[in-house]
Nanobody, 124 residues
Framework: QVQLVESGGGLVQAGGSLRLSCAAS????????MGWFRQAPGKEREFVAA????????DYTDSVKGRFTISRDNAKNTVYLQMNSLKPEDTAVYYC?????????????????WGQGTQVTVSS
């Protein structure tokens, strides 16, 4: 079983930046592709970004392309989400999740384990 702890969220003004971290416990972190998702109040959990096991392949939802960057450090069992040029519509609880596939899928229902999430609030 993989345990995940997200951190780095907070309150920021529009145009600002935040860096989220997701620390994973357990063995074989490098065996998992990782995804970042977010969920705003009253909305379904949606895909934000994904990274392959080695970090060589990334995927982003269109609304964050050019603003967000996903990366990972397998030596530290951590995946990151650098968020720049933040917008009020980015406000949500952000979650990370592991996938045993080579590349993390976009569908939230395909994931089993989730962290507790970290709140990101972007003021206008």
């Amino acid at each position: 079983q993989v345990q995940l702890v997200e951190s780095g969220g907070g309150l920021v003004q529009a145009g600002g930046s935040l860096r989220l971290s997701c620390a994973a416990s357990g063995r074989s972190f490098s065996s998992y592709a990782m995804g970042w998702f977010r969920q705003a109040p009253g909305k379904e959990r949606e895909f934000v970004a994904a990274i392959s096991r080695t970090g060589g392949t990334t995927d982003y939802t269109d609304s964050v392309k050019g603003r967000f960057t996903i990366s990972r450090d397998n030596a530290k069992n951590t995946v990151y989400l650098q968020m720049n040029s933040l917008k009020p519509e980015d406000t949500a609880v952000y979650y990370c999740a592991p996938s045993p596939t080579i590349m993390a899928p976009r569908e939230a229902q395909r994931y089993t384990y989730w962290g507790q999430g970290t709140q990101v609030t972007v003021s206008s």
